[in-house]
T-cell receptor, first 117, second 116 residues
Framework: GAVVSQHPSRVICKSGTSVKIECRSL??????MFWYRQFPKKSLMLMAT?????????EQGVEKDKFLINHASLTLSTLTVTSAHPEDSSFYIC?????????????FGDGTRLSIL | AQTVTQSQPEMSVQEAETVTLSCTYD???????LFWYKQPPSRQMILVIR??????QNATENRFSVNFQKAAKSFSLKISDSQLGDTAMYFC?????????????FGTGTRLQVTL
């Protein structure tokens, strides 16, 4: 149980385009999802916390107008990288937790490798 | 703010041997959770083990166990009978117990190589 699906797994696109990444909890309802970014050989850095039915909470330094997050249902959160540039190239990973109590571990998707040419 | 430190960028262990990965953290919180996650070359983050700070007993999951020293703010991971499939990046992570879903703060990771 506790499967999180992330799509696409890899995307290559031209500079200036927008890219949408989906994160789905397949067998549980995720009231909260998290979006992380990971640079090569580095740790995961939290970008934002996505709460179903409300606005996302962004970490300091993350541009909310560039990284649009929508958590429209209890099983789906999307991250849209708008007007992507080469510096946005990275590995993006989502995670989801099944309850609101905070005592359940986060389950991660497989990640999306974004390459902007 | 919380910080998590993993002082060993890389470790190597022979198959069937035991290895210990170090993790220290800094927090003013009294209630929190600690985790070890594994990230193999496939890049998926896999939960290895979890520890509640209020529990004195060290968590154990099969070949994986932790040495949790709350006063020292230390949370090391011991892997016994290492297997080739244990080769991966290992991240130590901290999460506040806020009563609601809370973010993870990760260490910089330790790359573990299991050799024949």
């Amino acid at each position: 149980g506790a499967v999180v699906s992330q799509h696409p797994s890899r995307v290559i696109c031209k500079s200036g385009t927008s890219v949408k990444i989906e994160c789905r909890s397949l067998d549980f309802q995720a009231t909260t999802m998290f979006w992380y970014r990971q640079f090569p050989k580095k740790s995961l850095m939290l970008m934002a916390t996505s709460n179903e039915g409300s606005k996302a909470t962004y970490e300091q330094g993350v541009e909310k107008d560039k990284f649009l997050i929508n958590h429209a249902s209890l099983t789906l959160s999307t991250l849209t990288v708008t007007s992507a540039h080469p510096e946005d190239s990275s590995f993006y990973i989502c995670s989801a937790t099944r309850d609101r109590d905070g005592n359940q571990p986060q389950h991660f998707g497989d990640g999306t490798r974004l390459s902007i040419l | 703010a919380q910080t998590v430190t993993q002082s060993q960028p890389e470790m190597s262990v022979q198959e069937a041997e035991t290895v210990t990965l170090s993790c220290t953290y800094d927090t003013s919180e009294s209630n929190y959770y600690l985790f070890w996650y594994k990230q193999p070359p496939s890049r998926q983050m896999i939960l290895v083990i979890r520890q509640e700070a209020y529990k004195q007993q060290n968590a154990t999951e099969n070949r994986f166990s932790v040495n949790f020293q709350k006063a020292a703010k230390s949370f090391s991971l011991k892997i016994s009978d290492s297997q080739l499939g244990d080769t991966a990046m290992y991240f130590c992570a901290f999460m506040k117990d806020t009563g609601t879903a809370s973010k993870l703060t990760f260490g910089t990771g330790t790359r573990l190589q299991v050799t024949l």
